[in-house]
Nanobody, 118 residues
Framework: QVQLVESGGGLVQPGGSLRLSCVAS????????MGWYRQAPGKQRELVAA???????NYADSAKGRFTISRDNHKNTVYLQMNSLKPEDTAVYYC????????????WGQGIQVTVSS
Protein backbone atom coordinates (compact mmCIF):
# COMPACT_ATOMS: atom_id res chain seq x y z
CA GLN A 1 0.00 0.00 0.00
CA VAL A 2 1.25 3.44 -0.94
CA GLN A 3 0.13 6.53 0.94
CA LEU A 4 -0.06 9.87 -0.84
CA VAL A 5 -0.17 13.29 0.80
CA GLU A 6 -0.93 16.36 -1.31
CA SER A 7 -0.16 19.99 -0.51
CA GLY A 8 -0.09 23.37 -2.19
CA GLY A 9 -3.70 24.00 -3.08
CA GLY A 10 -5.71 27.09 -2.27
CA LEU A 11 -7.36 30.17 -3.70
CA VAL A 12 -5.73 32.07 -6.55
CA GLN A 13 -6.86 34.80 -8.92
CA PRO A 14 -7.27 34.12 -12.64
CA GLY A 15 -3.90 34.27 -14.35
CA GLY A 16 -2.10 33.27 -11.18
CA SER A 17 0.02 30.24 -10.38
CA LEU A 18 0.05 27.39 -7.89
CA ARG A 19 2.38 24.48 -7.30
CA LEU A 20 0.97 21.22 -6.04
CA SER A 21 3.14 18.61 -4.35
CA CYS A 22 2.45 14.97 -3.56
CA VAL A 23 4.69 12.82 -1.38
CA ALA A 24 4.42 9.05 -1.62
CA SER A 25 5.36 6.68 1.18
CA UNK A 26 5.18 2.93 1.70
CA UNK A 27 6.23 0.16 -0.66
CA UNK A 28 7.09 1.99 -3.88
CA UNK A 29 8.10 0.07 -6.96
CA UNK A 30 10.79 1.60 -9.15
CA UNK A 31 8.71 1.49 -12.35
CA UNK A 32 5.66 3.54 -11.59
CA UNK A 33 3.48 6.32 -12.88
CA MET A 34 2.45 9.29 -10.79
CA GLY A 35 -0.08 11.79 -11.87
CA TRP A 36 -2.65 14.41 -11.09
CA TYR A 37 -6.35 14.13 -11.71
CA ARG A 38 -9.08 16.62 -10.95
CA GLN A 39 -12.79 16.57 -10.33
CA ALA A 40 -15.00 19.61 -10.59
CA PRO A 41 -18.49 19.69 -9.04
CA GLY A 42 -20.91 17.66 -11.14
CA LYS A 43 -18.18 16.33 -13.40
CA GLN A 44 -16.21 13.12 -13.66
CA ARG A 45 -12.66 12.82 -12.47
CA GLU A 46 -10.24 13.51 -15.32
CA LEU A 47 -6.54 13.17 -15.93
CA VAL A 48 -4.58 16.42 -15.83
CA ALA A 49 -1.02 15.13 -16.23
CA ALA A 50 1.05 12.03 -15.56
CA UNK A 51 4.73 11.19 -15.44
CA UNK A 52 6.45 7.82 -15.56
CA UNK A 53 9.45 7.11 -13.35
CA UNK A 54 11.71 7.38 -16.41
CA UNK A 55 10.46 10.88 -17.11
CA UNK A 56 7.95 10.52 -19.95
CA UNK A 57 4.94 12.78 -19.51
CA ASN A 58 1.35 12.96 -20.67
CA TYR A 59 -0.94 15.98 -20.48
CA ALA A 60 -4.60 16.66 -20.98
CA ASP A 61 -5.23 19.14 -23.79
CA SER A 62 -6.52 21.64 -21.21
CA ALA A 63 -3.18 21.50 -19.37
CA LYS A 64 -0.78 21.69 -22.30
CA GLY A 65 1.26 24.89 -22.35
CA ARG A 66 0.12 25.97 -18.90
CA PHE A 67 0.88 23.09 -16.51
CA THR A 68 4.14 21.23 -15.97
CA ILE A 69 4.45 17.92 -14.16
CA SER A 70 7.76 16.83 -12.68
CA ARG A 71 9.04 14.38 -10.12
CA ASP A 72 11.90 13.75 -7.76
CA ASN A 73 12.36 10.00 -7.52
CA HIS A 74 14.73 10.28 -4.57
CA LYS A 75 12.06 12.10 -2.59
CA ASN A 76 9.17 10.05 -4.01
CA THR A 77 7.49 13.34 -4.81
CA VAL A 78 5.54 14.56 -7.81
CA TYR A 79 4.84 18.22 -8.55
CA LEU A 80 2.34 20.06 -10.69
CA GLN A 81 3.24 23.62 -11.59
CA MET A 82 0.11 25.39 -12.75
CA ASN A 83 0.41 28.75 -14.51
CA SER A 84 -2.12 31.02 -16.20
CA LEU A 85 -4.88 29.52 -14.10
CA LYS A 86 -8.46 29.91 -15.24
CA PRO A 87 -11.74 29.68 -13.32
CA GLU A 88 -12.45 26.41 -15.13
CA ASP A 89 -9.38 24.91 -13.43
CA THR A 90 -11.29 25.05 -10.16
CA ALA A 91 -11.58 21.51 -8.84
CA VAL A 92 -10.39 19.04 -6.25
CA TYR A 93 -7.03 17.76 -7.44
CA TYR A 94 -6.03 14.19 -6.64
CA CYS A 95 -2.60 12.63 -6.71
CA UNK A 96 -2.36 9.15 -8.17
CA UNK A 97 0.32 6.46 -7.90
CA UNK A 98 0.13 3.29 -9.97
CA UNK A 99 2.30 0.54 -11.34
CA UNK A 100 3.15 1.48 -14.92
CA UNK A 101 2.69 -2.09 -16.16
CA UNK A 102 -0.41 -2.70 -13.97
CA UNK A 103 -2.31 0.59 -13.78
CA UNK A 104 -5.16 -1.10 -11.92
CA UNK A 105 -2.80 -1.38 -8.94
CA UNK A 106 -2.47 2.02 -7.35
CA UNK A 107 -3.41 4.54 -4.71
CA TRP A 108 -5.16 7.89 -4.52
CA GLY A 109 -4.43 10.88 -2.36
CA GLN A 110 -7.17 12.46 -0.31
CA GLY A 111 -7.56 15.39 -2.70
CA ILE A 112 -6.80 19.07 -2.39
CA GLN A 113 -8.96 22.03 -3.37
CA VAL A 114 -7.83 24.50 -6.02
CA THR A 115 -10.08 27.51 -6.51
CA VAL A 116 -9.47 30.08 -9.22
CA SER A 117 -11.57 33.16 -8.60
CA SER A 118 -11.34 36.91 -8.42
Amino acid sequence: QVQLVESGGGLVQPGGSLRLSCVASGIIFSVNTMGWYRQAPGKQRELVAAIISGGSTNYADSAKGRFTISRDNHKNTVYLQMNSLKPEDTAVYYCRYELTLRPDFGSWGQGIQVTVSS
